[in-house]
């Protein structure tokens, strides 16, 4: 259950905040970081009633990564002492605590390179939807997900999707051609293959 509701929120990461989210004053809260402060929730109970531990030692893949996000973390926390945006702080804080979650939480539960992969063809299902969605407003130059500086992007037809610009958007196709090559070189289908191969052409 909880390994499901882990692969959900790696679907729902790639849904626009604004498109699904409840406004609950300081942030938007989303299927995805709802989830995730769920999962913390729950692996924090889990580790309390049972005696279980996260270790964080060099015989860990990840305990890197791990290492230099708390770090990065712990510096944001001390930067309060000269910071003068209280505000945007806080919200930078929170975006990067969340990330942190995100590392700690797929560590946890994610044993094998079969839960890896099984999570990149989740991510494709999403780079597939996004691709349709840049297409669809690179072709009509009409926009579904867009808030702001609507005209601009109408009258130059660049793709946003659910992103809200054309520079994240560009990043999320750039980092989706690695994913989708991954998807693609471990696929036995041909047909499945050559899906994956077409859309890494298409980001």
Known sequence: MIKKLTYLSIL????GASVISINVGAFQLSIFRALIIFLTFVLGLNLLF???RIYITR???NSFS????LIWLIYAGISLIWVKDYGGWIKAIYFLSLGVLCIIIYNKIFKTSYDIL????IISIMIV?????????IITGKYMFLANSLEYYARYKYPVSMFG????????MLISIFILYVCAVNSKI??????????????
């Open 12 to 15: 729902t990461s790639l849904i």
């Open 50 to 52: 049972t005696d279980g």
């Open 59 to 61: 015989r860990n893949q």
């Open 66 to 69: 791990i290492m230099v996000m």
């Open 118 to 121: 099984l999570s990149f063809r």
């Open 129 to 137: 939807i996004h691709n349709l969605l840049g297409w669809y407003e």
């Open 165 to 172: 610009n054309t520079n994240d958007f560009a990043t999320f």
């Open 190 to 203: 041909k047909l499945i293959k050559l899906f994956y191969i077409t859309t890494i052409v298409s980001s």
